[in-house]
């Protein structure tokens, strides 16, 4: 029996509601399947821990985590009471940018059962990886002379090595799918960075030749990811362009209460870390009506990355059953609660 070590952080609002549900779920896929278990050691980290301690983790807590297989997370986030900034940084991206997780995957996809805004949704099945350290998104810049003279600098970072790695992600997920990748570029209005990035990704295309491949602006790139999100495998982005095509990717199917993600670290050094693209959503927290498929499918990333893609597949099988059955909360046309989804993917799962 191969027992995972997991550090589990609930964190705020529903996080609180939609963990517990998706550990339940882990652990009955694994007893379904057999041959792997899960031990999850729980960390209270979050807006309350921050209001009784002043900080959002311990100073020891990054390498407290340090030695677990993989970080399952809820959400971060109470503005109310505590600065997004703070908690955010404090926290959620303190661990990403620490533990190297360069990247950021998230795929979209045609759920059956559930409607998708789309005029003819097709069926459509892609999956985004966002470069996760750099790009438009660094700390490099500055403002200076307040009033009407004032300028801000803000400097985007595009590395080789940042920029190939993202890339050469892709390009190796692919392979094990439809195999082709488009590029989101800019190149036709971003003269260094993005014929910078078009060039790192033709000379990485090379050494994948069964792979087919697609460049194309952002701008266009974003209209057809609502008008023809079926022609789309994988996707590849820098930090920003990510960001924003990852929403869209959550906004087509149907709601933001089902799209996972994932911050992978490459090198082994780390932990990798599996949260939902969702936040805390405050304004339904406490009253047990959240979606749990986003945490849920979450956890179906997390069981690929370990290596169990049959029970992951399996997983989301039962899920997608779930929500065509009707199943289904509020955010997504039903009218269930976070528990009668969660018991009803249980019963599913152990027939
Ligand atoms: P953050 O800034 O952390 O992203 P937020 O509240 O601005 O937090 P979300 O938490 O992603 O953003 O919520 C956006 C909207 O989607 C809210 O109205 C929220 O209730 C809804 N929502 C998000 N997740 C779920 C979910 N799992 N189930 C149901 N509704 C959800």
Redesign the pocket.
């Known amino acids: 029996m191969r027992q995972y070590e997991i550090a589990v952080i609930p964190g705020d609002?529903?996080g609180k509601e939609?963990v517990p549900a998706a550990t339940d779920v882990l652990d009955a896929i694994a007893e379904v399947h057999g041959g792997i278990s899960f031990k999850y050691t729980s960390f209270p980290w979050s807006c309350d821990y921050y209001e009784q301690h002043g900080k959002m983790m311990p100073d020891d807590g990054l390498r407290t985590l340090q030695n677990f297989e993989a970080i399952f997370l809820g959400?971060?986030?109470d503005?109310q009471r505590v600065p997004?900034h703070v908690s955010l940084w404090g926290l959620l991206i303190k661990i990403r940018r620490e533990f190297e997780q360069v990247i950021n995957i998230r795929p979209a996809k045609y759920f059956r059962g559930l409607a998708s805004p789309l005029l003819k949704p097709n069926d459509f099945d892609l999956l985004v990886v966002r470069e996760n350290s750099e790009g438009e998104y660094s700390e490099i810049g500055g403002r200076i002379h307040k009033g009407a003279d004032e300028i801000a600098i803000q400097n985007a970072v595009f590395t080789r090595k940042g920029t190939e790695r993202a890339i050469r992600y892709a390009f190796e997920l692919a392979q094990k799918r439809r195999g082709h990748v488009t590029s989101a570029t800019k190149s036709n209005g971003i003269v260094y960075s993005m014929p910078f990035w078009d060039e790192v990704f033709k000379d990485v295309s090379k050494e994948y030749p069964d792979v087919k491949t697609t460049a194309t602006h952002i701008d266009a790139l974003s209209a057809f990811f609502v008008t023809k999100p079926h022609v789309f495998d994988v996707v590849v982005a820098s930090n920003l362009f990510g960001d924003i095509l990852t929403d869209i990717g959550a906004a087509i199917m149907g709601?933001?209460?089902?799209a996972p993600a994932a911050n992978i670290n490459l090198n082994g050094k780390f932990p990798s870390m599996f949260e939902?693209?969702?936040?805390?959503?405050?304004?339904?927290a406490g009253q047990g009506?959240?979606?749990?498929?986003?945490?849920i499918w979450t956890a179906k990333m997390m069981l690929d990355h370990l290596g169990h893609q049959e029970m992951g597949q399996h997983l989301l099988n039962v899920v997608e059953d779930v929500t065509h059955s009707g199943v289904k909360?509020?955010?997504i046309g039903g009218t269930a609660t976070t528990q009668e989804v969660t018991q009803e993917i249980l019963k599913r799962l152990k027939r």
Request: aromatic share 0%; hydrophobic share 40%; charged share 10%.
């Open positions: 609002g529903i939609v959400a971060v986030g503005p997004d709601s933001i209460g089902i939902p693209v969702h936040g805390s959503a405050p304004d339904i009506i959240a979606n749990p498929i986003g945490q909360t509020g955010d």
